[in-house]
């Protein structure tokens, strides 16, 4: 017997699908996204439906049919807007105030939206961040300039890095590398006095602390793999940060 579904059929799976990718990619934690779908489904007349979400991929089955369909993640960023969009949409179509059709135009505007600011904010963003941390570390107002130029510099090498390596830990641990010496240059040229405090306040944005709330959150709602495999990534960037500080350390 022939299980392919009609197109108007595959229409709420793809809504449902669609807006769990844009969620997951988007930084939302496993058990929002599995929610949310559920509850989209739900409302599209997808009854009994069930979705398996990790990191990495969503699988998602309607209670009607007798195959699945995979969806693979290959990039995650931190976007919550995103999220706060497609929990919005979820609610409206709930609430008969969009339909079908309306819902899966909205998700895919919000798919191809980019909401981030331009890199240059970014970077004054962690600059200023920097030397923040760095004074609320018990840092002297001397060293919040080095905290200022060391964040800035190191959170601008890990965006070219990534973009041009595409793996996250090199890029990482290049960039605490660079806080790391160019602080310890600071402090030789008389610049700044305490050489602790401002690589703690430099490398602050870089810490995943997203993803170790995540992590816990996901532990705590009882999504074992994910929680797991968000708090090994967590553990893989602390782990550059730390080497790449560890380096600068043993080699001067």
């Known amino acids: 017997m022939n299980d392919t579904k009609a197109p108007d059929e595959q229409e709420p799976i793809e809504i ?14 496993t058990y929002r996204v599995e929610d949310t779908m559920t509850r989209m489904a739900d409302c599209l007349g997808l009854k009994g439906s069930h979705s398996y979400v990790t990191p990495t991929g969503i699988v998602f089955q309607s209670g009607e ?11 995650r960023t931190t976007d919550l807007q995103k999220v706060a969009a497609v929990n919005d949409i979820s609610r409206k179509l709930c609430s008969g ?9 909205m998700l895919a505007e919000i798919e191809t939206s980019r909401h981030a600011y331009p890199v240059p904010v970014q970077i004054a963003a ?10 609320m570390f018990r840092g002297g107002w001397e060293d919040m300039l080095p905290g ?13 890095l990534n973009r041009a390596v595409k793996v996250k830990f090199f890029a990482e641990f290049i960039a605490a590398f660079l806080i790391g010496l160019i602080a310890s240059l600071f402090i030789k040229a008389g610049i700044g006095a305490h050489l602790d405090k401002i690589i703690i306040g430099s490398v602050m ?4 602390g997203l993803l170790i709330t995540n992590a816990v959150r996901d532990l705590m709602a009882g999504h074992l793999v994910s929680g797991l495999s968000r708090g090994a990534e967590a553990f893989l960037t602390a782990f550059a940060i730390g080497a790449g500080i560890a380096v600068v350390f043993t080699t001067l």
Not at 16 to 29: N, P, R, T, V, Y
Not at 126 to 135: H, M, P
């Open 16 to 29: 449902c699908l669609m807006a769990g990718k844009i969620m997951l990619q988007s930084g939302a934690e």
């Open 65 to 75: 049919m007798r195959w699945a369909k995979l969806i693979r993640i290959v990039e």
């Open 97 to 105: 105030d969009v339909t079908a059709a309306e819902a899966r135009g």
């Open 126 to 135: 962690a600059a200023i961040a920097s030397g923040c941390f760095t004074w």
């Open 148 to 160: 200022v130029i060391c964040g800035g510099i190191g959170f601008l090498s890990f965006i070219l």
């Open 205 to 208: 944005p870089l810490v995943p």
